[in-house]
């Protein structure tokens, strides 16, 4: 069984400043991660996702993430945050490449919160 | 150039009346998931289909169905919604399973019960 585990579920930060979104997960097979975004009543947008290879996946809107297979974690970074990136944050894991079949195991999600 | 599309996107059922969700997409993929997010929660996947092919979760109540006529089409089939069926409910697609493809989420509908 998968679980994801988000630590944070909410995150206030000043615009310009750095910002990091914690996510650790359990998986007994090998992994898949990615994060999506969910802007106020939208649906989930892909922001990277982690398959295989350089354990740094850089993403959309100037966000990255870094897989950590001893630490089991999948933190999300962004060295500027803007207005625009206040959000909910979620982290998700599968044992499928495109998450398919099985669907995507989800965290209960980080929201992000930007302060002018 | 919306490629998942969710209707209505905010629905308000009384509880126990049947409610049906609607969701479509032009992207031409083989699966189709339904996803619930209740509130302040991560969302949760319900079934999918792959092509025809029904796939129940384990733990998805019966009060719960779904149809897909063809492969633009998936509706999502409430029999008697409870109070505990508010949420937001979410479509997704993705080319094929176990491929590097993406799932591609609409916007989702909210369900409201009263």
Redo the contacts between chains.
């Keep these: 069984a998968q679980s994801?585990t988000q630590l944070d579920?909410q995150v206030p930060v000043f615009e310009e400043a750095p910002v990091e979104l914690r996510c650790n997960y359990s998986s007994s097979v090998s992994v898949y991660l990615f994060w999506?975004v969910q802007y106020p009543?939208?649906?989930?947008?892909?922001l990277l996702?982690y398959?295989s290879g350089s354990t740094l996946v850089k993403g959309i809107n100037g966000f990255e993430a870094e897989f950590n297979k001893s630490q089991t974690s999948f933190h999300l970074r962004k060295p500027s945050v803007h207005i625009s990136d206040t959000a909910e944050y979620?982290c998700a894991v599968s044992d499928?490449?495109?998450?398919?079949?099985?669907?995507?195991t989800?965290?209960?999600?980080t929201h992000l919160i930007i302060q002018p | 150039d919306a490629m998942?599309i969710?209707n209505p996107?905010y629905q308000v059922t009384q509880f126990g009346k049947p409610v049906t969700l609607s969701c479509s997409q032009t992207l031409n993929h083989n699966?189709m998931?339904w996803?619930q997010q209740k509130s302040?929660?991560?969302?949760?996947?319900l079934f999918?289909y792959?092509d025809k092919d029904f796939?129940n979760?384990a733990d998805t109540p019966d009060n719960f169905q779904s149809r897909r006529p063809n492969t633009s089409f998936c509706f999502l089939d409430i029999r008697s919604p409870g109070l505990g069926d508010a949420a937001m409910y979410?479509c997704?697609t993705?080319?094929?399973?176990?491929?590097?493809?993406?799932?591609?989420?609409?916007?989702?509908t909210?369900l409201t019960v009263l």
């Design positions: 994801v579920s999506y009543n939208q649906g989930l947008q892909l996702k398959l979620f499928r490449p495109g998450g398919g079949a099985d669907g995507l989800f965290g209960k999600g | 998942v969710q996107r699966v998931y996803y302040s929660q991560a969302p949760k996947l999918h792959y796939n979760e979410l997704a993705s080319r094929a399973s176990g491929t590097t493809d993406t799932q591609y989420f609409g916007p989702g909210r």
